[in-house]
């Protein structure tokens, strides 16, 4: 073993000897392998962020992987039981949404149904025997939400992004003006319509004076407003929140293993309302897309490199050509042809090296340019780290470029004969 170690940093040494009397071989041979290294380089940082992105995108939706969701038919018996049992609970969240307009009283909103701003869905229809008339009174300023009541704080459940302004605070006590955090998509509404600040919502018998608290990024492309579940039943009932013929939602959200699951089920049961329960797996559903997106990458990058192998194994073989009065010398004086072989193959693994090093640099320096110019507008690149997988990679993108650029060439200057000495 200390034999072989001697022989290895023999290698070594003449190793990068070799570099140092060839440095322009040397630049050259990194040249050709630079853009190869830093194809899988970028490659596998693309990757890697857009895994991160798309899976953060889904989880401003979905929830993070793991989260238990319980979906039930919106009922006032299953929203009275459902509250009542998460009430005081961090391990569950319980989500009450109806429609709410905010703006000027009696008037038919900008977006009726709760539209995209940008979208129009129509106006709702009353129909029967004799056909379909619009309801409502006439277009005014005046904006419909789907108003989202909250019993805790989601954002354990959701990574919503905050915009702007503050999240909803639930260890204060209720306040009797609803604060309200709108999604983006509500944000735009109200930044182009400006209403009175009165909320009607379906079962309140007054009209309602919200406060604007934040502004958060929910990836939901309809109108959202988020409200404490207790500063909004001052005015209605929580039973006026899970009416089946006013377009209401109940959802549960749940840490796993949380026992509020196996009691809220029981009781939903008693009441003749069965529950769909299931777990969050946005990665493992998503698995297949991301294989195959890094598979095409790397298909493309495995070819940038392999032109650059070539161009190192052809650097390698006109030194080894160069050196053949030299090798023959050494082999002359005892040296082994493994030896030769290790000292020719060394090189191109530390140019290689040296290689992988520059692009991950270069990668490193990029990326950060990147966030710098376009963090504000993309907030998936703000302040966004180097992937380390993305390092990894291109270190091994160096060794496989140094084994496969060196290995003939070392085959080479081992099978050079003693004779040659002799006829030099």
């Known amino acids: 073993m200390r034999r072989f170690s001697g022989r290895f940093r023999s290698s070594l040494i003449i190793g990068l000897q070799g570099i140092r009397a060839r440095k322009l071989r040397t630049l050259l041979s990194m040249i050709s392998l630079f853009l190869g290294v830093l194809a899988v380089v970028v490659v596998q940082a693309g990757a890697s962020i857009a895994e991160r992105a798309l899976l953060a995108d889904l989880e401003l939706t979905a929830g993070y992987d793991g989260t238990r969701i319980m979906e039930m038919a919106p009922q006032q018996a299953a929203a009275d039981t459902v509250t009542a049992t998460v ?24 977006n009726p149904g709760g539209s995209p701003i940008d979208e129009d869905w129509g106006p709702p229809m009353d129909c029967d025997e004799n056909g379909c008339v619009p309801i ?81 990024d929910d990836g939901d492309g309809q109108p959202r407003a988020y409200v404490r579940l207790d500063e909004l039943t001052t005015w209605l009932p929580t039973s006026s929140l899970a009416d ?53 990458f790397f298909a493309m990058a495995g070819l940038v490199l392999l032109i650059g192998v070539a161009g190192i194994l052809n650097v390698g073989l006109a030194t080894v050509g160069e050196r053949v009065e030299e090798f023959a010398l050494r082999r002359a004086v005892g040296t082994p042809r493994f030896l030769l072989a290790g000292i020719v193959l060394v090189e191109t693994l530390l140019t290689g090296l040296l290689t992988a090093a520059a692009a991950i640099g270069v990668s490193v320096a990029g990326l950060r340019v990147v966030s710098m110019l376009v963090g504000n507008s993309q907030p998936i690149l703000q302040d966004v780290q180097f992937p380390w997988e993305a ?29 040659t000495v002799m006829r030099a």
């Open 391 to 419: 390092g990894v990679a291109g270190i091994i993108a160096g060794l496989v470029a140094g084994i496969l650029g060196g290995f003939i060439p070392a085959l080479r200057a081992a099978r050079i004969p003693i004779a």
């Open 244 to 296: 089946p013929s006013t377009n209401s939602e109940l959802r549960l959200m749940m840490a796993a293993g949380s026992p509020v699951e196996q009691v809220v089920v029981s009781k939903l049961k008693g009441q003749g309302n069965e529950p769909y329960v299931y777990t969050v797996e946005t990665r493992k559903e998503q698995q297949k897309t991301l294989t195959l997106m890094q598979l095409v």
């Open 136 to 216: 409502g009174g006439p277009k005014g300023e005046a904006v419909e939400v789907r108003l989202t009541a909250l019993t805790g704080d989601v954002r354990q459940f959701r990574p919503f992004r905050q915009v702007s302004g503050q999240w909803l605070n639930f260890t204060t006590v209720p306040a009797m003006a609803p604060k309200l955090v709108l999604n983006r998509e509500a944000a735009k509404a109200f930044d182009r319509h400006r209403v009175p600040a009165e909320m009607r919502v379906g079962g309140a018998t007054n009209n309602v004076t919200p406060q604007f608290t934040g502004v958060v």
């Open 87 to 110: 009430r005081g609970r961090t391990d569950a969240v319980a989500m009450l949404a109806v429609s709410g307009i905010i703006g000027e009283p009696g008037v038919t909103p900008v």
